[in-house]
């Protein structure tokens, strides 16, 4: 990863060199929250993002700079730290060099598959950074995804467009540390990783357009994000097993509507079990519809999945997501208020709630307040940060350079 | 018998003047008049608001036609909150009574998003101008009555009135009826003043026209909100036509990449 890093520093000093068009953007923002159940503690986060890109003829370099100083943070070794701290992290860092008919993109980066919002069924290609649960990215997932190295081929025909992936290093979802604000109800942590990855994860994704309707393809073969934790010679380890899949995405509009869906078949995907580890067959698909009117923006989502062959322990075979968002602009978008909905039903059923109010008081100014809250039991996907709701209040500042 | 002279002399030259001047070939001869095969533009939005806020935007656009149908690509440069925002549509041949496919490219979200373009009576980004505003006109929303020729801003112009058939707002664009200021020669409208229940609610107006590169070019357009108060300039600071522009800059790639 160091040696993609130097060419690719080199190769930004060789463009800069050549009088390349830079160009640059940024925001910074502080936020404040207070829990307002459990301990009723409060915490405080100041962030900052600079965005480059540089350009010249067919060549361009794209990075991404995030730093954060913030009170609650986990260090490299996973360890809950409840003091002030700055961490700082180049969340993208690639090369684009684009034909007529092809493009390829090499560094550090991140790739969005599906239609879906909130729900990954087929953008699985970067894991996500969960130590706070998503919440500073929700509307944000750019920062949300744990970006990686990755070699990108994209080639472009008349009626179709195929984009090959390649990354040859690994992941994982990123999780809180035990005693973090999120940290995930009975995981285990500081165990031995037993990561025999030989191969890359491998991913295509083909793209057409007929009669009106989008219509993407993909195949991925790679690692599973999540970990497994499965007992070897009498020790329990960290585990990360391959996964395989097939998928598509649709979108289309329908009268003031936009429809849009994922399908996806995972032919072996990692599970935990009462018993250890098992790779079961499952298959899962989204159906949203998205209306945007004068001021008005509706996004409505739902999900079924479904493990084929499931084992008998598993309590339920079959699970169910949803989301409902609302937004609506005042004053010619400078003052804005929505909720989101999102609910989870696996063995039980959970709930998260956010209420925003956002306003524009200057050009380049936002400031908003909400309120999260979460519902359902303690080992379900939102009922375990139950005693997590807050208030939260922050002020971002964008610029330009 | 000089009136009736007159009189005989308007009726003969009634049915040249009547073909001549078919107002719905007036607004086909603005919608098809000629931009060059393709052509790119670096624009500014200045809105300002009923209250003095002042919002800038800046972006390129460029266009391209494929025979009777379009293809745009629109991509903000500025400000730094909105910038890297692209928006890519494809405009089918009036014929075809088929709704042009949009697409919104989202960084935030590092996906490109496909816009319903059934109705787009909808503020543009929060400005005065509407989707349908800044759309490839469509003559056939639209009955014309050539209302009268005359002199505006020292450009012949005809002036023409446009209802829909029914009477009431056309579900697409929101508006029920539009007095246009077609200049003659150049084949551009001048004015535009919009209607809805009988109430006007916007004015479309031209305050700076030039030749480019042999094409008439609108520099600088205002659109004034008479309901909410408030106006929105869009300027244009650089044109240039013919640049044999390649097809990967109408596409979602395009979005993705930026433009320049």
Known sequence: MRTVLIGLLGSLAGLAAQAATLSGRGHLEDGYHH????????????????????????????????????????????????????????????????????????????????????????????????????????????????????????????????????????????????????????????????????????????????????????????????????????????????????????????????????????????LQTPEGADDVPRSAALLGLDLTRNEWTVNLQATVSHRHGAPDSLQRATGWEASAAVLKDWSRQRLNAGILWLYNRDVQSSHMVKANLGYRPWNQWYLEAGYIGFSGGQLTQYGQFDDRDRLYLQVRRDFSL | MRISLLGLGLLLSFPVFAEALDPTTIMRGVRDRDEGQDRRSELSLVQTMADGFVRERKLLMLEKEYGEERKSTLYFTAPSDTAGTGILMHSYAEAQAREDDQWLYLPALRKTRRIATNSKEGPFLGTDFSFADIERMRVDDYQYKLLREEVYQDRPVYVIEARTADGLENPRTGYSQRLIYVDRERKLILRDEFFRGGRQIKTFEVLDVAQVEGFWTVNESRMSNLVEGGETRLVRSAADYNLDLGDQNFSERALRNGIR
């Open chain 1, 35 to 270: 829990d307002t159940t459990g301990d009723s503690s409060s915490g405080h986060r100041v962030e900052a993002l600079l965005e480059s890109r540089v350009s010249e003829g067919n060549w361009t370099l794209d990075s991404v700079l995030l730093g954060r100083y913030r009170s609650q943070y986990d260090d490299a070794g996973g360890k809950l730290e409840d003091r002030m701290e700055f961490d700082q992290d180049l969340r993208e860092l690639y090369l684009t060099w684009a034909g007529d008919n092809w493009q390829w993109r090499l560094g550090q980066q991140q790739i969005a598959w599906g239609r879906g919002d909130y729900f990954r069924l087929v953008d699985v290609l970067n894991p996500l950074d969960l130590r706070e649960f998503l919440l500073p990215y929700i509307d944000d997932y750019s920062l949300g995804r744990q970006t990686r190295p990755m070699a990108v081929v994209e080639i472009y025909g008349d009626s179709l467009e195929q984009q090959f992936v390649v990354a040859p290093k690994t992941r994982t979802t990123r999780y809180a540390p035990a005693g973090a604000d999120f940290a995930i109800t009975g995981r285990p942590e500081g165990l031995d990783e037993d990561d025999e990855h030989e191969r890359p994860d491998i991913g295509w994704r083909g793209k057409t357009f007929v009669d009106g309707t989008d219509l993407d393809f993909y195949l991925f073969d790679g690692l599973s994000p999540d970990p497994l934790y499965v007992v070897e010679e009498g020790q329990l380890v960290e585990q990360q097993r391959r996964r395989s899949l097939v998928g598509a995405s649709f979108a289309r509009p329908a009268g003031d509507w936009v429809v849009r869906g994922d399908l996806v078949h995972l032919f072996n995907e990692p």
